[in-house]
């Protein structure tokens, strides 16, 4: 098995420097939105500007370089031990080369293992055998202050008036953006989540962010849905960094898993406009980044 220790740390400095063109591309179009002079288009472009300094010295982009999560589908042969040995040495060496913020603390002691190692949940790390003879590796850094704001809902829900089916989920997310206000460096993105248990349905709103900014749900009525959140997310008018405005969220992701008959969880997981994520691609020894 090839050491993909090096390969993985300039994943890292990608994800860490370098923001995705399609999470780029929707906070140029945004800038579009906002009313010359105002305070959101200032944010917007302050962004911008941080982003192309970020690209051009490759220094991180947010201060909080947020938790690294990798969803490794590797191909049978590959030894998950030892991919997760190499992506700790990376995260360790990009924490040493100042990529990664030093941010796995301790939860009893507060202190910092000051090289983003943790237990075996950081950086955390999802494996999933796949066919083919391709390894794919995504990572996504999540910040700190968007995870706060994610939010999970049981239906029904008769504070917000929300049932079990696609009116009481909108309900649900457009409640998580309401509180979301002035906190998680909007404009976001949301991964939304329908169903699983507690645990598999927050997962899977994180997972769902993997998808790109500009792409269609394959189902309809889902697709529809995600189309009416962003529109509707942004007549809320918190706008860029909550100063108002016509951007609230970039866009919105939606998933659907199965779930017990007694249960309907809805999961929000809120993402930051930093929207950190790149992909490696390991084919017949080469090695590519989307
Ligand atoms: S929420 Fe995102 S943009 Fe805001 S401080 Fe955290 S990582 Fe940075």
């Not at 917000?160 to 993105?189: H, S």
Request: hydrophobic share 35%; glycine share 10%.
């Amino acid at each position: 098995m090839i050491d993909l220790t090096d390969p993985i740390l300039e994943l890292i400095r990608l994800a860490a420097t370098d923001l995705p063109p399609d999470v780029e591309a929707g906070l140029r179009t945004a800038v579009g939105q906002e009313e010359p002079g105002s305070a959101a288009r200032g944010a917007l472009e302050t962004i911008l500007k941080n982003v192309e300094m970020a690209r051009q010295d490759s220094t991180p982009i947010c201060q909080d370089t947020g938790t690294p999560i990798f969803y490794v589908n590797y191909p049978e042969g590959w030894s998950t031990r030892l991919l997760r040995s190499q992506i700790q040495q990376a995260v360790a060496e990009a924490t040493r080369r100042a990529f990664l913020r030093p941010n796995a603390v301790d939860s009893l002691t507060g202190k910092n293992s000051g090289n983003n190692l943790g237990d075996e949940h950081f950086p955390t790390i999802h494996f999933e055998e796949v066919d083919g003879r391709i390894l794919k590796i995504d990572l996504m850094l999540k910040g700190g202050g968007c995870e706060n704001v994610g939010a999970q809902y049981s239906l029904p829900n008769s504070e917000l008036g929300a049932g079990r089916d696609l009116a009481g989920v909108r309900k649900a997310a457009l409640d998580a953006v309401q509180k979301a206000q002035g906190k998680g460096c909007a404009p976001g993105i949301l991964g939304v989540a329908i169903g699983g248990d507690r645990g598999s349905s927050f997962l899977a709103s994180k997972e769902v962010l993997l998808r790109q900014l500009d792409d269609s749900n394959p189902d309809p009525e889902l697709d529809d849905l995600e189309k009416r959140l962003t529109r509707e997310a942004n007549q809320l008018g918190i706008g860029p960094m909550g100063f108002g405005g016509n951007t609230t969220v970039l866009d919105t992701k939606i998933t659907s898993k199965h779930r017990l008959p007694a249960s309907f969880f809805v999961s929000v997981s809120y993402m930051c406009w930093a929207y950190r994520r790149r992909q490696m691609i390991v084919e017949e020894g080469q090695i590519t980044y989307n």
